[in-house]
């Protein structure tokens, strides 16, 4: 009995000593297997870990895409401050983003960055005008 008080015991301590230890921003939208389409309003949310180390102020958000090792700015979505307890920011997509599924947003505080997963973006089609095609 006693060695099963003490596991118990052990295995809470270890839990709460990581979620301690992890703080920061953790993207809950987009995040992998998200689509969304250039043009379109969509709010990316976040989770603030551990409150009691997270009063800052989240300073950018950019849009970057290209592999993990070498992500390149696309955009900065956001150059104002977000107070990063809000937990969301409504962002219109610029539509004329090519389709990709390479995208990341990185949230910038003043001492880190936080990364998204990666999501798709799918470019806005636009529809030849059939009136201004030459008849042959």
């Given at each position: ?28 939208q ?6 969304w389409?250039a ?9 603030v870990?551990?409150t ?22 696309v ?22 983003l ?5 995208y ?7 001492t ?22 030459g008849?042959?």
């Amino acid at each position: 009995m006693r060695l099963s008080t003490y596991l118990i015991t052990l295995a809470t301590s270890t839990v709460a000593l990581v979620y301690a230890q992890n703080t920061g921003i953790a993207f809950t939208q987009p995040t992998e297997g998200t689509v969304w389409s250039a043009g379109s309003s969509q709010t990316v949310t976040w989770l603030v870990l551990n409150t009691v180390n997270m009063s800052e102020l989240i300073e950018s958000i950019e849009l970057r895409n290209g592999p993990s090792s070498n992500l390149q700015l696309v955009e900065i979505i956001t150059a104002d401050s977000i107070e990063a307890t809000s937990g969301q920011y409504l962002w219109t997509i610029a539509d004329d983003l090519p389709t990709g599924e390479d995208y990341a947003l990185i949230a910038k505080t003043s001492t880190s960055e936080y990364y998204s997963t990666r999501f798709k973006i799918e470019a806005v089609v636009h529809e030849d005008n059939p009136s201004s095609m030459g008849a042959s």
